[in-house]
């Protein structure tokens, strides 16, 4: 195909979001060229063509057979599985097939695997799949404990949050202890466990703000400060106030701009007016980004000037002039 006719096509898939036809986007979908596929399943996703699911199964079908040369970059396959699952397809079959998939292409140096990307659409697609508990999260934990690729361990890890219970719980919480390479999984890990239960996660997750990985602390000060319940918010000032790590208690200022808790402005606006100087820069950089700069930023101003540092006050200048 040339790149003229290439164009052509492509201008018209996108002109189907504004005037949807299933006949249009069904060819669409049966044409050999994976970037030209991708733009057709992410239209038909957008448009909820439900009609179009069968054609989309197809053509993911399609795509798996020598899946190097027919889909590289795993561009259809990943358009076509987020589509199914936005639709809210339960092709349990599909979605496990698509979790078990890695493309490794040629790259400068090893073979690079295309289908992170994939396999974690598809981790979240299978907790809609009528499927036996059990069976949907003996696959996530596979997936949460073995996959080779960080970004789909920590999609199994939000995918057991969304079917809440004591087993997901537990899953989580063992591998918590049981840790990961990537501290990033650690702390989708906590946040997960603190989206199904922050009642009792909250001090689980705070044990950790103190512990002995300081990568794996600074992800406890951050899924804290993600939790929306006002007792993480109480949690991280609290743990400010006694933890001996600076490089927490920076984290711990930096995710309280975050908050949509009053109490965690107030006590960053405490900070400014009284903490070390350091602190008192964080804080106000933390402010400056989070959710209350404009409501805060005349008090901002006034802590900032009142202690006659020209080194605060500059950092106000320039952090709420952004």
Known sequence: MGKQGFDKKLEAIAALRSAPDVDQLRKALNDRNNFLVSKAAAVAGEVAMQALIPDLAAAFDR????????????????????SLKDMGCDDAALFLRGLKHIQLEPSYGRPEDSAQTLRGTCAMALVACPLPRFEILTHLVDALAADPAKTVRMDAARAIAQIPGLDSLLLL????????????????????????????YIPFVANFLTGPDPDVRLEAAAALGECHDPQASATL??????????????????????????????FLLS????????????????LAAGRFRDEYRERVQVASTAR????????FEKEFSK
């Open 63 to 82: 795509f798996m057979t020598d899946p190097v040369k027919s889909d590289p970059k795993c561009w259809a396959k990943n358009a076509i599985t987020k």
């Open 173 to 200: 919480r063992l591998k918590t202890f049981a840790g990961d390479p990537d501290a990033e999984v650690t702390g989708q890990c906590f946040m997960s466990l603190l989206e199904i239960d922050p009642k009792d």
């Open 237 to 266: 000032i609290e743990n400010y106030q006694t933890n001996p790590s600076d490089e927490v208690k920076r984290a711990i200022l930096l995710t309280l701009g975050a908050s949509r808790q009053t109490a965690a402005a107030e």
């Open 271 to 286: 900070v400014i007016a009284a903490g070390r100087q350091h602190d008192a820069i964080t804080a106000i950089g933390s």
């Open 308 to 315: 006659g540092d020209a080194k605060l006050a500059a950092t």
